[in-house]
């Protein structure tokens, strides 16, 4: 099992900044991607952006190109993602998640944080 907490959400104007936190425990070493996912009131869950957690290879949302960054640290066990130039319509849970190796779905979730933009 591996579990997700995140941090780092909050209260922003139009344009500002935050870097969202997901800090994993457990069986780490069994993981394949990490992911970031939102879900807006009254909408579905949106995938975000997605790393490999020993390559490095990124994937992104076309909505959000060049504005938000994942990373990780994998001595820390810590994945990021910096938000830039953020928008109101981005306000949303934020959930960080990860895939086992050899499988595709992401098994894994955090509880979410709470990221608000204002207008």
């Known amino acids: 099992q591996v579990q997700l907490v995140e941090s780092g959400g909050g209260l922003v104007q139009t344009g500002g900044s935050l870097r969202l936190s997901c800090a994993a425990s457990?069986?780490?070493?069994?993981?394949?991607?990490m992911g970031w996912f939102r879900r807006a009131p009254g909408k579905e869950r949106e995938f975000v952006a997605s790393?490999?957690?020993?390559?490095?290879?990124?994937k992104y949302a076309n909505s959000v190109k060049g504005r938000f960054s994942i990373s990780r640290d994998n001595a820390k066990n810590t994945l990021y993602l910096q938000m830039n130039s953020l928008k109101p319509e981005e306000t949303a849970q934020y959930y960080c998640?990860?895939?086992?190796?050899?499988?595709?779905?992401?098994?894994?979730w955090g509880q979410g944080t709470q990221v608000t933009v204002s207008s």
């Open positions: 457990g069986r780490t070493f069994s993981i394949d991607t």
């Open positions: 790393i490999s957690w020993f390559g490095g290879s990124t």
């Open positions: 998640a990860a895939t086992p190796r050899g499988r595709a779905e992401y098994s894994y």
